[in-house]
């Protein structure tokens, strides 16, 4: 079955910087964009990241020039490298695949899927003190 599983999250000082990961799989990793998610208990979820299968990428206004997303298709990994951490940028943080998927011979994307739609991670805590 599809898993996504993020690791890297931490406490850290304002200023500080993580590496967040997520491995990816049960699924045909290049045929899919990936995102990076943010969530505060009382706040909308924000879509901090995305990349497409091709690699071109996107940023909230929030994180730009500070995180930097990433995919290796070789290791079914996506990163999400964030430095100059603020005190805002507190939350949990979710990987995403985009969905929905095709579920044939071999589970991917295809050309209706989107980002936010696919499947989820369970998500690291990142506490920016």
């Known amino acids: 079955q599809v898993q996504l599983v993020e690791s890297g999250g931490g406490s850290v000082q304002a200023g500080g910087s993580l590496k967040l990961s997520c491995i990816a799989s049960?699924?045909?990793?290049?045929?899919?964009?990936m995102a990076w998610y943010r969530e505060v208990p009382g706040k909308e979820r924000e879509s901090v990241a995305t990349?497409?299968?091709?690699?071109?990428?996107t940023y909230a206004d929030s994180v730009k020039g500070r995180f930097t997303i990433s995919r290796d298709d070789s290791a079914n990994t996506l990163y999400l490298e964030m430095n100059a951490l603020k005190v805002e940028d507190t939350a949990v943080y979710r990987c995403?695949?985009?969905?929905?998927?095709?579920?044939?011979?071999?589970?991917?994307?295809?050309?209706?899927?989107?980002?936010?739609?696919?499947?989820w991670g369970q998500g690291t805590q990142v506490t920016v003190s």
């Open positions: 995403a695949a985009d969905g929905p998927m095709v579920f044939a011979a071999t589970t991917r994307c295809y050309s209706g899927s989107s980002p936010g739609r696919g499947f």
């Open positions: 049960g699924y045909k990793f290049t045929s899919c964009g």
């Open positions: 990349i497409t299968n091709d690699g071109i990428t």
